[in-house]
T-cell receptor, first 112, second 114 residues
Framework: GNSVTQMEGPVTLSEEAFLTINCTYTATGYPSLFWYVQYPGEGLQLLLKATKADDKGSNKGFEATYRKETTSFHLEKGSVQVSDSAVYFCALSRTGGFKTIFGAGTRLFVKA | DTAVSQTPKYLVTQMGNDKSIKCEQNLGHDTMYWYKQDSKKFLKIMFSYNNKELIINETVPNRFSPKSPDKAHLNLHINSLELGDSAVYFC?????????????FGPGTRLTVL
């Protein structure tokens, strides 16, 4: 079946550090891949997405590239800010399907 | 303009009570969902409706009953509440059959069962 595995947190970084959160997936066919972010006390919101292999999604300085050969969609940001402190979820959804599979979430703390 | 709204935001109740959570979306989406998020932030899908038809019904106790009166609304009724039902419940919507199935989430309802 389809599944998403992301690195366990929490991840603690100092401001302006480089961020990588690893995400790998198992799926049949060609799913769409997503990163969602959840700020404290709020619902999830889409951060970025990629719908086919080699696509790069980007938003607010975050990037992730859909790598079919390694079945990965790692999230990166060159210089994190305190305001990036949140929980990040990797997810996949089969095109034309109704179900989204979420990873377990990775909590990020950024210290000033 | 709130895209996906839920009421109430907080719900504190005693074991054994019955309660409802309401959800509305103004995005014109065909598909709506209920998710449960536990204290470790793990997100589990419970139900999904497409055009008022139930299409996903995960392994959820039958004390939970969703109802979709129209495409813009999906409510969740919970009977005989138990301590283990304490969690944050999120409603979401999407235009599922188009490319990507991006989900739009509500702000959540934090349910505490005492």
């Amino acid at each position: 079946g389809n599944s998403v595995t992301q690195m366990e947190g929490p991840v603690t970084l100092s401001e302006e550090a480089f961020l990588t959160i690893n995400c790998t997936y198992t799926a049949t066919g060609y799913p769409s891949l997503f990163w969602y972010v959840q700020y404290p006390g709020e619902g999830l919101q889409l951060l970025l997405k990629a719908t086919k292999a080699d696509d790069k999604g980007s938003n607010k300085g975050f990037e992730a590239t859909y790598r079919k050969e390694t079945t990965s969609f790692h999230l990166e940001k060159g210089s994190v800010q305190v305001s990036d402190s949140a929980v990040y979820f990797c997810a996949l959804s089969r095109t034309g399907g109704f179900k989204t599979i979420f990873g377990a979430g990775t909590r990020l703390f950024v210290k000033a | 303009d709130t895209a996906v709204s839920q009421t109430p935001k907080y719900l504190v109740t005693q074991m054994g009570n019955d309660k409802s959570i309401k959800c509305e979306q103004n995005l014109g989406h065909d598909t709506m969902y209920w998710y449960k998020q536990d204290s470790k932030k793990f997100l589990k899908i419970m139900f999904s409706y497409n055009n008022k038809e139930l299409i996903i019904n995960e392994t959820v106790p039958n004390r939970f009953s969703p109802k979709s009166p129209d495409k813009a609304h999906l409510n969740l009724h919970i009977n005989s509440l138990e301590l283990g039902d304490s969690a944050v419940y999120f409603c979401a919507s999407s235009q599922a059959l188009t490319s990507g199935n991006e989900q739009f989430f509500g702000p959540g309802t934090r349910l505490t069962v005492l």
